[in-house]
């Protein structure tokens, strides 16, 4: 086993025992254990465990994402105070006082990035125990936790007479349908770079400051809003029908979690953050404290309800002309 094989073996354990549970409970209330759908509903299981394991990491990724955007006023600052100076002193001096302004509020410029890290390596585990699932069955052997009869039942099951383990490029396996194996990759790898694409704009539309727009940051994250989908569209044909059903289902998922977050939760300054005030305030609610936000802008953010319901409640009172004095 080299090195890499080495890493994810207890990715690709852990990955083939949370399936096969799932699949374990599912025949048992019922449904075939060889049946293509039986397995498909073990592959979002794994996603929905990965998932919700992954919701404290979500939470300090929100955090984080809340201080780079208070920082964007200091950040710019310093930009405009070492602009034009290319020596190798200011070079030093800026890195250190960005360090610094990172350090004060508790972020870098990597945290957006975490959950999906974190989440790779069971990635390319599914992606590994998948793949080698027609070899294995050739061989007579298991992968990780699935034994070789649970093997030969994933290599044969399907869904719409695709198998689960067809690829787009590499082929279907005998007895599947090749119409059904591109068409469903092609349908999944929309599903899953759309999912994605719409993700990061609503990200970009509404729960973005004007500071965070206006940031140097900002233009590297408009070139990645089109290049990951790309990316992961032209990888998605290298991928097993299974591999593409976790990764649309994740995909869902982080959309359905980022609707929740902008509308229950946005960043401070942001179009959904007004928003946010402006339904509490026209529900006589006060403004929630926002998560990873200072107490000042708790308190702004107050203020700035009491006085939206200030001004939609009060009734303008009409002026008396000042009578001429006879």
Sequence with gaps: MDFFGTIMAPFKWLVSVIM?????????????????????????????????????????????????????????????????????LSRQAMAQEQMALYKKHGTNPFSACLP???QMPFFFALFQVLSGI??????????????????????????FGAPLSATLLHGTPPGGNVVAVWILSIVMILAMTASQFITQKQIMAKNMSEEAMASPFMRQQ???????????????????????????????????????????????????????????????????????GKKVDAEAEAAAAAAVAQARTQRTQPQRKNRKKK
């Design 20 to 88: 096969v549970g799932f699949h374990d409970g599912l025949s048992f209330i019922g449904l075939p254990a060889a049946n293509g759908w039986t397995w498909t509903l073990s592959i979002i299981g794994l996603v929905l465990v990965i998932r919700a394991a992954l919701i404290p990491v979500f939470v300090k990724q929100i955090k984080a994402q809340r201080g780079m955007q208070l920082l964007q006023p200091d950040l710019k600052k310093m930009q405009d105070k070492y602009k034009g100076k290319t020596d190798q």
């Design 116 to 118: 999906m890290l974190i």
């Design 222 to 292: 408009k070139m990645m809003l089109y290049i990951l989908p790309i990316v992961f569209g032209v990888g998605g044909i290298n991928f097993p029908i299974g591999v593409l059903i976790y990764w649309t289902t994740t995909n869902l998922w982080t959309m359905g979690q980022q609707f929740f977050v902008i509308r229950r939760m946005p960043t401070p300054g942001s179009p959904a953050a007004k928003a946010l005030a402006e339904r509490r305030a026209a529900k006589g609610l006060p403004a929630l404290p926002i998560l990873g």
């Design 134 to 159: 027609s070899s294995a069955k050739a061989g007579g052997q298991g992968i990780g936790a699935m034994s070789p009869e649970q093997v030969k039942q994933f290599d044969e099951s399907s869904i």
